[in-house]
């Protein structure tokens, strides 16, 4: 890939304003919009800090079990890169108020019809 199809300025802001959509969404437990940001696919895949989440139905079912308190967190050191017009990764560490552990997250976001869309993600704990 060329160097100047990378980060290319207005599909690295859609990317961005999807991403903070998507972070917005996570700390109000908005679970319409987290569901509208992944790709309703059974391909799409979510690993987070204690489950493994293969498919969408899957993805709904825990956001829909998951407590919705808590969530706030502050997200540093986040890094956006977009790849030609349609992909893009993010990658983000954050911390949660009262806890010292260090959390990562990494989204492979792919632009669809409907827009762009959280087609992996891995969440993990530092330990």
């Known amino acids: ?24 969404a996570l700390i109000t437990n908005d679970t319409v919009v987290l569901d ?16 493994n989440l ?4 899957a993805i709904r079912e825990f956001r829909a079990s998951r407590p919705a308190q808590g969530l706030e ?3 540093q050191n986040t890094v956006i890169t977009t790849y030609g017009d349609d992909m893009a990764i993010a990658s983000t560490e954050f911390r ?25 993600a891995h969440v993990s704990l530092m330990v």
């Open 1 to 24: 890939m060329k160097t100047e199809n990378v980060d290319r300025p207005a599909i690295l802001a859609e990317v961005n304003a999807a991403f903070y959509r998507y972070e917005q």
């Open 36 to 51: 509208e940001l992944f790709w309703h696919d059974p391909r799409t895949v979510r690993f987070g800090a204690g489950e």
């Open 54 to 57: 293969y498919g969408i139905d």
């Open 73 to 75: 967190r502050d997200l």
């Open 96 to 120: 949660r108020e009262g806890s010292e552990k260090t959390g990562r997250q990494m989204q492979t976001w792919i632009k669809m019809p409907s827009g762009w869309k959280i087609v992996a």
